[in-house]
T-cell receptor, first 114, second 113 residues
């Protein structure tokens, strides 16, 4: 158990509204990631963070922003949600202290934008 | 840029039969390679990983994978499928311990009784 908690787990919202998803970890890992999962596309990286206030874009970052003001929290914000952002969002942390650094995933947040 | 190709988005096998899920990668440097499994409505769990220590890697639940540099492949196998193996499987590659992972599009495994 990598101590990753995502909230909310399920959310339904309307087009144009802001949405924030939260990822919380309890083990002080440096690297945190946000992915979205869609049928036929696998997992695609949205943004990742390599430390407090240090973030970078992934391959599908348009329409998303992130913030990391504390080591344990990584927030994903959709400023104005669109139907194309309906997806399952996964947070992941990269294991520290190992030479392989595998990812550990949260349980996912299912977002529906109507 | 790295990429991962999983051949076959859906694979069906009979219970007790061999499971073979294919993964090919592209990388300009020796990679780290991973297989993950996802059960319905859950996150991804690590099955096994290749870190250059040994080319044949054994993972959980009886799965194993072999790294073949000449073929740039990392196929996942299990000698005898069980009903509980039905899930989505993802291959992933990373070049270092700091930054990005690249995932394949996944293979859905169905086990027929």
């Amino acid at each position: 158990d990598a101590g990753i908690t995502q909230s909310p787990r399920h959310k339904v919202t309307e087009t144009g509204t802001p949405v924030t998803l939260r990822c919380h970890q309890t083990e002080n890992h440096r690297y945190m990631y946000w992915y979205r999962q869609d049928p036929g596309h696998g997992l695609r990286l949205i943004h990742y963070s390599y430390g407090v206030k240090d973030t970078d874009k992934g391959e599908v970052s348009d329409g998303y922003s992130v913030s990391r003001s504390k080591t344990e929290d990584f927030l994903l914000t959709l400023e104005s949600a669109t139907s194309s952002q309906t997806s399952v969002y996964f947070c992941a942390i990269r294991a520290s202290g190992t030479n392989t650094g595998e990812l550990f995933f949260g349980e996912g947040s299912r977002l529906t934008v109507l | 840029a790295q990429s991962v190709t999983q051949l076959g988005s859906h694979v069906s096998v009979s219970e007790g039969a061999l499971v073979l899920l294919r993964c090919n990668y592209s990388s300009s440097v020796p990679p780290y390679l991973f297989w993950y499994v996802q059960y319905p409505n859950q996150g991804l769990q690590l099955l096994l990983k290749y870190t250059s220590a040994a080319t044949l890697v054994k993972g959980i639940n009886g799965f194993e994978a072999e790294f073949k540099k000449s073929e740039t492949s990392f196929h996942l196998t299990k000698p005898s499928a069980h009903m509980s193996d039905a899930a989505e499987y993802f291959c992933a590659v990373s070049e270092d311990t700091g930054n990005q992972f690249y995932f394949g599009t996944g293979t859905s495994l169905t086990v027929i009784p």
